[in-house]
């Protein structure tokens, strides 16, 4: 990628283009003197035009998209860190699923007022994503004023809503692009993207369906909240609860608020301290008796126990020692603080036959923590690509997870939405849910193989 332009006195196409000809009709170029010729056409391309003055010409960039083959076009520098990731992730999107993706970072408007106008017509002179039947979207960022303002296409607005592009323009990117943190916010909106990116090219989906998705921005504070404000409604009481039951700023605050909240018998999945797919697991157990909490609150309150960490990445020990009351509980630090993680706590602690547990030996963090613990070896095959489950991306399995219950709710009998809700359980390690759902897909369609 063609790095950050330098402070050199800039000159006029119409100069440079007659340094170059004085210059070929001198001495004939060898094929390889070519190459800095070429170079300087792509950075003509790819970086701010400059009127006569050397300043910025936003009139002109408005008119016409500067070159097809690329989707970030920063006339700031601002992207320059992750550029390359971006627009490979971008390319991936459009060749994947068949979505136009642009990202313009300006340096300011001038005179105009409205950077919605401003958007409107980039969108339309750019022709963004006219290739592909109106599935366009413009990322558009003004640097003065630190604004964000997502345009989207006709034909994206089933999915891509406004309780959607309200919480990419207001939660994941505008606050990190007024702090200096734009490629923070870049990386986290990619993952969103993606996922609305999926939804839409499977085409797997109603409006029921979408609103299920778009809920969880209403709790999350996102764009949606100007609209909950604007109508004077109150937010959803699970944020009392998630407040009250926060993640920790360190691992051995993460395990006390578990602790409290057995003593507390909280039944609501909803906590702070529980990553997002835990929370969607915790849903089972919402009707657990009193006695359950009391034993666990007794078992673990006044236990010895070690905090081991490194990095991101935490257990509670309670110790080589058989008898299931004694593994270890794992714990991960994510953006808001340290959570229980019970995929891959339910993905490496084998419970045997009363009282042998053991850990199932694999290549993770955690391993290095539980070095000393019984070990269990080749119960399972190793996981990889979009078959793992990561921290990174808890929330967008929850998202898949949710969307794909929501089309099963509507249709039971729909093989394919059941064979992937079924696999999305088994691959987060929701296995009592997973069960049942595939040995009913297996006796709908025997010769399938996928159960």
């Known amino acids: ?56 010409d936003l009139e002109r960039t408005l008119k016409a998209r500067p070159a097809e083959d690329h989707m970030v076009f920063d006339y700031v520098g601002v992207t320059q860190d992750v550029r390359p990731s971006v627009e490979l992730h971008l390319s991936a999107i459009r060749d994947r699923y068949k979505i136009e993706i642009l990202i313009v970072v300006l340096p300011s408007l001038g005179d105009r007022s409205s950077v919605t106008d401003a958007a409107v017509q980039l969108f339309s002179n750019w022709d963004i994503g006219k290739q592909l039947q109106g599935r366009g979207l413009l990322m558009l960022l003004v640097d003065d004023v630190k604004t964000v303002k997502l345009e989207v296409g006709y034909e994206l607005e089933d999915v891509f809503t406004d309780l959607f592009t309200g919480y ?25 993207i993606e996922a609305r990116s999926q939804i839409k090219y499977q085409g797997r989906y109603n409006h029921a369906s979408v609103a299920a998705l778009d809920a969880r921005y209403l709790s999350q504070g996102a764009g949606a909240r100007h609209v909950l404000e604007e109508q004077e409604r109150p937010g959803p009481s699970a944020g009392v609860i998630n407040g009250s039951y926060p993640a ?14 057995w003593h507390d018998k909280v039944r609501d999945p909803d906590l702070g301290v529980y990553t997002a797919i835990t929370r969607l697991t915790y849903r089972d157990y919402i009707h657990l008796p009193d006695a359950r909490f009391d034993q666990d609150y007794r078992r673990y309150a006044r236990k010895s126990y070690e905090v081991r960490q490194s990095g991101d990445y ?27 993680d019970i995929v891959h706590q339910r993905r490496f602690v084998r419970m045997g036959t009363a009282p042998d547990w053991g850990i199932e030996f694999s290549e993770h963090p955690y391993m290095g923590l539980l070095m000393d613990a019984f070990h269990f070896n080749g119960q399972d095959i190793p996981l990889a690509g979009d078959d793992l489950y990561t921290i990174e991306k808890d929330a967008w399995w929850a998202e898949q997870v949710v969307f794909y219950e929501t ?45």
């Open 1 to 56: 990628m063609v790095p950050a332009i330098t402070t050199a006195p800039a000159r006029t196409v119409g100069e440079l283009s007659r340094a170059d000809a004085s210059q070929r009709n001198a001495v004939r170029p060898t094929r390889g003197a070519w190459r800095p010729l070429w170079l300087l056409v792509m950075m003509l391309l790819l970086f701010p035009r400059c009127d006569r003055e050397g300043g910025f």
């Open 168 to 192: 990419i323009q207001d939660v994941q990117l505008q606050p990190y692009f007024a702090s200096g943190k734009l490629d923070i916010g870049l990386i986290a909106m990619m993952e969103e």
């Open 248 to 261: 920790g700023s360190t691992p051995e605050q993460a395990w006390q608020t578990m602790i409290r909240h």
């Open 314 to 340: 935490a257990v509670i020990y309670f110790g080589r020692e058989k008898g299931w009351e004694n593994s270890p509980f794992f714990l991960c630090r994510c953006g808001e603080g340290w959570k229980f």
């Open 407 to 451: 089309l099963h709710e509507s249709d039971e009998k729909d093989v394919d939405v059941s064979m992937a809700l079924g696999r999305l359980y088994t691959l987060v390690s929701m296995s009592r849910k997973a069960i049942p759902l595939l040995k009913a897909v297996q006796q709908r369609s025997p010769q399938d193989p996928r159960p």
